[in-house]
């Protein structure tokens, strides 16, 4: 059931509040469909740094009384979804290091390209690691640094780093925030009565009644310090490169993402697409919870009634236990069920937001035609995927991307449909508002940085001759 992408991961950041643990918690728990394989977080207190990391979501690892036990009025918090390093409580994050700088706490979002050649370079120099996380790497170039200061030492290391990192880093006294400076992943600024707050998504300030203050910037280093601001630049990379992808897929409807509403992008992305690939029918049907707000924007365009005609179980898991006797598409029905009074004789169209594999979408349509649907039209609020992904997103090699292997025909007879359209890319880039400022590689593989490119960074002190 999920051929879908995957994000890798939240951060949350909050500075001098009395209930800093308990909001950090919070949260992550507004970010969870960012990351459900692990989530953690470090308190400051007196000095000290107080981590606690376990695997699972939000809620399974924290209880009352872990959160009692992180004191201190500083926080960070990471819900993970790997892209790099494996899934176990070794790489769960805010990875936390002691060095001659003194305890610090890291949490990343994101993906950085090149370190494994620099992770061998200082394994033989005699680095140890923790963890399988290109996260760490960061923290070593930090303690080899030579400058006294942590904060011109971090703008030297994070200028090295090719790839994406939307990041926050605490250390007993203080909080950064930063971004890369290509801007691929979300980071944003909130304020909570005189606390400030830092989070991947606006969503987590709005469960803790913070306001959205603005969007830390591509290419900044945000310093908090004793309630006070100090900002930072990175060599400017000449373009932003935001993931587009947040706004199709990843990121909540009711969260601002690069300043822009997701709400809105999605709404516009099912009314363009009703602009595009208009079809006579009786019902638009979304795949939820993916496909619904693209379906209320093809609806209200297309004039076309919208029906929640497919059910989602919400309490089922990652995994579940089926009968030893098959049944058909057992893994879509535990999640989805159709009501078929909504369905039977009717023309329907489908919508969702992308196809990656195509074996849940041939499911689903089965799913709908098993339900009496007289003729299910595909429709697909985003361009076919046909690259993956290097800057913090879990996707499936080319080969297994169907788009990449299958014409627009072969892939509407994988998928049983009676016609299939997507959404094209100049639609999509009108519908978010692009301006040049997007990255899309996944749609037409124009890399923002190739991920076989060789490396043109500055020297930096830990790779010096």
Same mark, same amino acid.
């Given at each position: 059931?999920?051929?879908?992408?995957?994000?890798?991961?939240?951060?949350?950041?909050i500075?001098?509040?009395?209930e800093?643990?308990?909001?950090?918690?919070?949260g992550?728990?507004?970010? &969870?469909?960012?990351?459900?394989?692990?989530?953690g977080?470090?308190s400051s207190?007196e000095?000290?740094l107080?981590?606690?990391?376990?695997?699972?979501?939000?809620f399974d690892?924290?209880?009352?009384?872990?959160?009692?036990?992180?004191?201190?009025?500083s926080?960070?918090?990471?819900?993970? #979804?790997?892209?790099?390093?494996?899934s176990?409580?070794?790489n769960?994050?805010?990875i936390?290091?002691d060095?001659w700088?003194?305890?610090?706490?890291?949490?990343?979002?994101?993906?950085?390209?090149?370190?494994d050649?620099?992770r061998r370079?200082?394994?033989?120099?005699?680095?140890?690691?923790n963890?399988?996380?290109?996260?760490?790497?960061?923290?070593?170039?930090?303690?080899r640094?030579?400058? *006294?200061?942590l904060?011109?030492?971090?703008?030297d290391?994070?200028?090295f780093?090719?790839?994406?990192?939307?990041?926050?880093?605490?250390?007993?006294?203080?909080?950064?925030?930063?971004? *890369?400076?290509?801007?691929?992943?979300?980071?944003?600024l909130?304020?909570?009565?005189?606390?400030?707050?830092?989070?991947?998504?606006?969503?987590?300030?709005?469960?803790?009644?913070?306001?959205y203050?603005r969007?830390?910037e591509?290419?900044e280093?945000?310093?908090? &310090?004793?309630?006070?601001?100090?900002?930072?630049?990175?060599?400017?990379?000449?373009?932003?490169?935001?993931?587009i992808?947040?706004h199709?897929?990843?990121?909540?409807p009711?969260?601002?993402?690069?300043g822009?509403?997701?709400n809105?992008?999605?709404h516009e992305m099912?009314?363009?697409?009703?602009?595009?690939?208009?079809?006579?029918a *009786?019902?638009?049907?979304?795949?939820p919870?993916s496909?619904?707000?693209?379906a209320?924007? #093809?609806?209200?365009?297309?004039g076309?009634?919208?029906?929640?005609?497919?059910?989602?179980?919400?309490?089922?898991?990652?995994?579940?236990?089926?009968p030893?006797?098959?049944?058909?598409n057992f893994?879509?029905?535990?999640?989805?069920n159709p009501?078929?009074?909504?369905?039977?004789?009717?023309?329907v169209?489908?919508?969702?937001?992308?196809?990656?594999r195509?074996t849940?979408?041939?499911?689903?349509?089965?799913?709908?035609?098993?339900?009496?649907?007289?003729?299910?039209?595909?429709?697909?609020?985003?361009?076919?995927?046909i690259s993956p992904?290097? #800057?913090?997103?879990?996707?499936?090699?080319?080969e297994?991307?169907?788009a990449?292997?299958k014409?627009?025909?072969?892939?509407?007879?994988?998928?049983a449909?009676?016609?299939?359209?997507?959404?094209?890319?100049?639609?999509?880039r009108?519908?978010?508002?692009? &301006?040049?400022?997007?990255?899309?590689?996944?749609f037409?593989?124009? #890399?923002?940085i190739?991920p076989?490119?060789p490396t043109?960074?500055?020297?930096?002190?830990?790779?010096? *001759?």
């Open positions: 059931m999920d051929d879908k992408f995957h994000d890798e991961c939240a951060v949350f950041a500075a001098d509040h009395s800093a643990a308990n909001h950090a918690y919070l992550l728990l507004a970010q &969870q469909h960012r990351g459900q394989e692990s989530a977080i470090v207190h000095g000290s107080h981590p606690y990391r376990g695997m699972g979501k939000v690892v924290f209880t009352s009384q872990i959160i009692d036990s992180l004191p201190g009025r926080a960070i918090g990471h819900a993970r #979804y790997s892209t790099a390093g494996a176990n409580l070794a769960a994050q805010p936390l290091t060095s700088r003194g305890p610090m706490a890291l949490g990343h979002n994101g993906n950085l390209l090149g370190t050649k620099l370079r200082l394994e033989a120099e005699g680095a140890i690691f963890s399988t996380s290109d996260t760490e790497v960061i923290q070593h170039l930090l303690a640094s030579p400058k *006294d200061d904060t011109e030492a971090l703008r290391v994070l200028a780093m090719r790839g994406a990192f939307s990041l926050v880093l605490m250390t007993p006294d203080r909080i950064y925030a930063a971004r *890369d400076p290509l801007g691929f992943r979300p980071l944003a909130g304020r909570l009565e005189e606390s400030w707050v830092v989070a991947s998504e606006t969503s987590a300030f709005d469960l803790i009644s913070a306001e203050h969007d830390i591509p290419g280093i945000l310093l908090i &310090q004793e309630g006070e601001l100090a900002s930072y630049r990175l060599p400017p990379a000449g373009r932003h490169a935001h993931c992808f947040e199709v897929y990843f990121a909540r009711d969260s601002l993402v690069f822009r509403s997701v809105t992008s999605r099912g009314r363009q697409l009703a602009r595009e690939a208009p079809v006579p *009786d019902v638009v049907v979304p795949v919870d496909g619904v707000t693209a209320i924007g #093809y609806a209200q365009e297309s076309i009634p919208l029906h929640m005609a497919l059910i989602r179980n919400h309490y089922v898991g990652r995994t579940f236990i089926e030893k006797q098959s049944i058909r893994g879509v029905k535990v999640k989805l009501v078929p009074e909504l369905l039977e004789g009717k023309r169209i489908l919508i969702d937001d992308s196809i990656v195509g849940t979408s041939r499911k689903i349509v089965e799913m709908v035609r098993g339900a009496g649907a007289a003729e299910v039209h595909f429709r697909i609020s985003s361009p076919p995927t992904c290097h #800057y913090g997103i879990d996707t499936p090699t080319k297994e991307l169907i990449a292997n014409s627009l025909g072969e892939i509407r007879d994988h998928v449909a009676d016609s299939l359209k997507y959404l094209s890319l100049d639609g999509l009108r519908s978010v508002n692009a &301006q040049g400022n997007f990255c899309s590689a996944c037409d593989e124009s #890399y923002p190739p076989d490119h043109h960074q500055p020297r930096l002190f830990a790779l010096e *001759d």
